[in-house]
């Protein structure tokens, strides 16, 4: 059995622990349907619910860890049953070109009409 906040840290779901931690009491991950805490035991064939911007991601558990691992050893302890991405999550986002220097007042103004500021 692993702590549910380390295992989500380990398999790459949350960047840190402490950013885990804090969605487990904030009650953005459910487990088997329920409400949990940062230091609930999961197991094998437990489902975890990962409620993120815009989307639910719905994981399986195949296999426990509680040491960060590589990418392709993370992916590997998960079955992801989540459903496809929605579309407007996947907008891009407006960057300017590196290299182009600090935006002019112009710009800067359009930028602040992109993002509603005005």
Same mark, same amino acid.
């Given at each position: 059995?692993?702590? /549910?906040?380390?295992?989500?840290?380990?398999v +790459? &779901? #949350?960047?840190?622990?402490? &950013?885990?931690t804090?969605?487990? %009491?904030?009650?953005?991950? +459910?487990c088997?349907?329920g409400?949990? %805490?940062?230091?609930q035991?999961?197991r *094998?064939?437990?489902r975890v619910?990962?409620?993120?911007?815009?989307?639910?991601?719905?994981?399986e *558990?195949?296999? /426990?860890l509680?040491?960060? *691992?590589g990418?392709?050893?993370?992916?590997?302890a #998960?079955v $992801?049953?989540?459903?496809p991405?929605?579309? #407007?999550?996947?907008h891009?986002v407006?960057? +300017?070109d590196?290299?182009?220097?600090r935006?002019? %007042? %112009? $710009?800067?103004?359009a /930028?602040?009409r /992109?993002h509603?500021?005005?």
């Open positions: 059995m692993a702590r /549910l906040d380390v295992w989500l840290w380990s +790459r &779901i #949350y960047k840190t622990r402490s &950013i885990a804090k969605a487990c %009491k904030g009650g953005h991950v +459910r088997n349907g409400p949990v %805490k940062p230091g035991q999961v *094998v064939g437990d619910e990962v409620r993120q911007p815009g989307w639910t991601r719905e994981f *558990v195949v296999q /426990l509680t040491k960060r *691992v990418a392709p050893l993370a992916q590997a #998960y $992801d049953h989540s459903p991405r929605p579309a #407007y999550l996947s891009p407006a960057r +300017r590196p290299g182009a220097g935006p002019t %007042k %112009k $710009d800067r103004r /930028l602040d /992109l509603g500021r005005r």
